[in-house]
């Protein structure tokens, strides 16, 4: 963060892969380990994760020093969350549940400075411009926001065109579970019927020249939707991988039928 180049987004532009980690833990140890692993990108979860805006600059704190850059999922598209976010040093942001372009131009503005938007004007008080201390901040910040919207409904894959087309939108990220259940799939994102639909709202937001993301949760579905020309991809999260390997871990050796569940929350 000590300038404001945002590779993530150039080479976003530049359509050249890359291999995220979804960070669902909330936790600064934890993301600081997955950024050691050398992905490209961390997604930090404010909108399924148990985080907060201090919890989150305090994982942005944890990958200084790595390669890895941070991409924030807000709770809701809110241009308060979205001023909060940038504020924080946050520069890569992914808004849920976007369903039309009008929603689309709301989250360009509300991440961008006057005149081309409606973001609060701190800069000397914000972590993002140093408190102060990065050259001509205002006037340079605009331009590498990078901001990615997530379609994962059925009225979002009806307005997708109008959505990708939308100046100022850099990516589009396609929500396979919630896709699923829009679409009365509920806990099937791998039904033929829904791959159909995200196969074909990725070819079209490539078709309007805009980058396409996905979160997949096997190797095979991560180099299919690669293949397919999604440039952003999710290959995994913190919480499965742990889990994945305690359940391995365990079931090595305790016996089976010990009960794992119960007690109160």
Avoid at 55 to 69: C, D, E, F, K, V
Avoid at 116 to 122: E, L, Q, T
Avoid at 130 to 136: P, Q, V
Wanted: net charge negative.
């Amino acid at each position: 963060m000590s300038d404001l180049h945002n590779g993530f987004r150039a080479r976003l532009k530049s359509g050249a892969p890359q291999i995220g980690l979804w960070q669902a833990l909330a936790n600064p140890y934890t993301v600081e380990l997955c950024a050691a692993a050398g992905f490209d990108w961390l997604l930090l979860d404010g909108e399924h994760g148990p985080n907060s805006i201090p919890l989150l600059t305090a994982q942005l704190q944890a990958m200084n020093g790595y390669a890895s850059q941070a991409v924030a999922r807000l709770p809701v598209g809110d241009a308060t969350l979205v001023k909060q976010y940038l504020d924080i040093g946050v520069t890569n942001l992914l808004i849920p549940f976007v369903e039309t372009a009008e929603q689309a131009a709301a989250l360009v503005r509300a991440s961008r400075y006057p005149p081309d938007g409606i973001r609060g004007v701190a800069s000397g008080l914000v972590r993002a411009s140093r408190w102060g201390r990065i050259d001509r901040y205002l006037h340079r910040a605009n331009d590498e926001v990078c901001l990615m919207v997530q379609i994962e409904s059925r009225a979002g894959v009806e307005n997708l065109a109008a959505i990708a087309a939308t100046p100022g939108v850099d990516g589009v990220f396609i929500g396979p579970s919630d896709l699923a259940a829009s679409l009365g799939r509920l806990g099937e994102p791998d039904h033929p019927e829904v791959v159909a639909v995200i196969e074909q709202a990725i070819r079209l937001v490539l078709a309007h020249g805009k980058a396409a993301g996905i979160l997949a949760l096997t190797e095979a579905q991560a180099r299919h939707y690669l293949d397919l020309g999604c440039s952003f991809v999710a290959v995994g999260t913190d919480a499965g991988l742990l889990s994945r390997a305690v359940d391995n871990l365990a079931d090595a050796f305790l016996p089976r039928e010990r009960p794992r569940t119960g007690g109160a929350y």
